[in-house]
């Protein structure tokens, strides 16, 4: 799988809204949480949801706590990249 990147919008520091032509997350959409780890390691563990045929979100209490850790900002890139079969990294990119 590609790497998804996005740069985030005012809308997305309360849940990140991801517009795609297919599953991106598959064992998210199964399981309605997709769990990451970040740059420094620390795991986090979003809710996931799948709003529409194209449109899928990431919210939930570990949303707000990563936004609030990792000070991310309307402009800045988010980046999730599956590393393993049940392994997905999360990085956040200041443009």
């Known amino acids: 799988m ?15 809204t991801i517009t795609c032509s297919s599953e991106p997350f598959p064992d998210a959409a199964n399981c309605g949480h997709l769990k990451v780890i970040d740059d420094r ?14 449109r899928r979100v990431l919210s939930g209490k570990d949303w707000g706590k990563f936004i609030t850790t990792n000070k991310v ?10 590393l393993s079969q049940t392994e997905y990294k999360i990085e956040v990119s200041r443009t």
């Open 41 to 54: 390691r620390v795991p986090w563990d979003f809710e996931y949801r799948v709003k529409s045929r194209n």
């Open 73 to 82: 900002k309307a402009g800045h890139k988010v980046t999730i990249e599956r």
């Open 2 to 16: 590609a790497p998804f990147s996005k740069i985030v919008e005012l809308a997305d520091l309360r849940e990140l």
